[in-house]
């Protein structure tokens, strides 16, 4: 019996270029399965993420951090991701590991991860064990330890989802559907783990199930946070082992030409080739930074404000006093944990969408759209909770919105995330599919789209503050600027964005017998 062999079809389509020294020659094809293993990775990544975003704003005013360092710990995300996601992508494309290329970067960025959320979670035990007083705030030990463990978090984070992506792109070979495909399932893992993470943090006695988490330093809401993040850590290491044992890489051999040698020996410094790979990237990647940098500036503003929002607009919280905001709070973590579910589910049908639409361009631009329209209807909201707004009899405090309101809301938060689905999924999988017949490998590919992320976060987390401020206060200015750019984002997507190649029909020839 004969070995399959695979033909691929270009549907008149130039042959593709001989392959660059730091990627494959054609690599084949792989089982669905394994891009499911891999894309399960995304539940436990996020699961921990959606814990951050739920639970440490409470555990940083019980440490006592000043507001001045809740500024900096939150740009480590955008710092960290610019600079680590290019290098490690850079070092993946080359890695000549016997356990593969990925897969090395994929086993360091768990590890680190749980020593980062060990960290945080006994941040205060350890404070406390090495001269804090408990019952005194600021703890200036535990808040070095929580600084040190928040750091590393977001530098791990970085260190495993890029070469995840790059591991999916590898394992799709050419097949542009199979690389739609294996984005579209690590936005719906990214989606489940939401849902977890969010559920397992409204949970107010999850601490019972590991009593010793409880002590003299750590009171009940740390103890619940302390017992999420060994839930976090214990689905994080046990899907990403059954992922790279059941996943096997080949181990990559660089193939190079002398003269390809000696050019990469001149080049002395990582930011060399980074610049190497800018000046490389061909104009439909280019149209695709520039669309993902107005997406995510639109975006950042409310995936930062978002339960503020609820808390200060909607339910009128630091009104006459009252308990209003943890209420709004409280009631945008629901909100949070509806947008994830829709994400899950619209995730799993984005490549029907992208047909219905005419493409996954298309699909992006009209969902861009969407956003748009979502953060102008917050100012409608707004303006109605506040034409509503009823305080108490005795006027010291302000009652709850109507349901009308808080129902409209709600709505917002979960008609989000259908473009936030697509958001976590198609430019991702554009940015693969551009890079299949360039220089570029996946994994450099994917980091410099990352570039097109983290710096609109850096750039709304220095200007949205004073820019709220210039126009009086509260939320709502910077979510009109997101929904600016989210409709400048659209109309670039349907209008200046190429469409990707059509797909490599791949064909497999029945064995003979």
């Not at 009940?220 to 899907?239: E, G, P, Q, R």
């Not at 659209?490 to 064995?511: H, N, Q």
Request: aromatic share 10%; glycine share 10%.
């Amino acid at each position: 019996m004969e070995a399959c062999n695979i033909i691929i079809k270009t549907n008149n389509l130039p042959p593709p270029p001989p392959p660059p020294p730091f990627q494959s020659p054609e690599p084949p094809l792989r089982p669905l399965w394994h891009i499911v293993m891999v894309a399960a990775v995304a539940a436990g990544v996020q699961f921990g993420w959606a814990l951050q975003l739920s639970l440490l704003t409470p555990y940083i005013q019980l440490l006592g951090i000043p507001h001045s360092w809740s500024a900096a710990m939150w740009l480590c995300g955008p710092i960290s991701g610019m600079i680590v996601q290019p290098i490690v992508g850079h070092y993946s494309d080359r890695c000549t590991s016997r356990f593969g290329r990925r897969r090395p970067f994929i086993a360091g960025g768990a590890i680190l991860v749980s020593i980062a959320v060990f960290l945080i979670g006994f941040a205060v035990d350890i404070g406390v064990s090495i001269g804090d007083k408990p019952d005194n705030t600021p703890k200036p030990r535990a808040i070095s330890i929580f600084v040190v463990g928040f750091w590393i978090l977001d530098v791990a984070n970085n260190m495993l989802q890029g070469p995840c992506r790059a591991l999916i792109a590898d394992l799709s070979g050419s097949d542009s559907f199979r690389i739609r495909t294996g984005n579209s399932l690590f936005a719906f893992f990214m989606a489940v783990g939401n849902v977890l993470g969010y559920a397992a943090g409204a949970y107010t006695k999850l601490y019972k199930f590991l009593p010793f988490t409880k002590t003299h330093a750590c009171d009940i809401y740390c103890a619940n946070l302390k017992t999420c993040f060994f839930i976090s850590i214990a689905l994080l290491l046990t899907i990403t082992l059954l992922a790279l044992t059941t996943v096997s890489e080949d181990v990559y051999h660089q193939q190079t030409s002398s003269e390809t040698e000696l050019s990469e020996k001149k080049r002395m410094a990582f930011f060399l080739k980074m610049s190497d790979a800018l000046k490389s990237i061909s104009k439909p990647m280019w149209m695709l930074l520039l669309v993902t940098c107005l997406n995510w500036i639109a975006w950042f503003p409310f995936l930062i404000y978002d339960t503020d929002w609820m808390g200060r607009e909607v339910y009128g919280g630091g009104l006459n006093g009252g308990d209003m905001y943890s209420r709004g709070v409280h009631a945008g973590a629901l909100g949070l944990l509806l947008n994830s579910v829709v994400a899950g589910v619209v995730s799993l049908g984005i490549e029907k969408l992208g047909k219905v639409c005419g493409g996954v361009k298309r699909l992006w631009g009209g969902v861009n759209l969407v956003l748009a329209v979502c953060l102008a209807m917050t100012v409608v909201v707004t303006k109605v909770a506040e034409g509503e707004r009823r305080f108490t009899g005795d006027g010291k405090s302000v009652q709850e919105p109507s349901s009308g309101v808080k129902g409209g809301a709600l709505a917002l938060f979960a008609l989000l995330g259908v473009p936030l689905s697509v958001t976590y999924s198609v430019p991702c999988a554009l940015a693969s599919i551009f890079s299949i017949d360039t220089g570029v490998g996946q994994g450099l590919s994917l980091a410099i789209l990352n570039l097109a992320i983290v710096i609109p976060q850096m750039f709304v987390s220095a200007l949205s503050g004073p820019w709220d401020e210039l126009f009086g206060g509260g939320n709502l200015p910077a979510f009109v600027a997101g929904a600016t750019a989210a409709a400048m984002s659209g109309i670039l997507a349907f209008t200046m964005l190429p469409s990707p190649p059509p797909d490599r029909v791949v064909l497999e020839k029945a064995p003979m017998h």
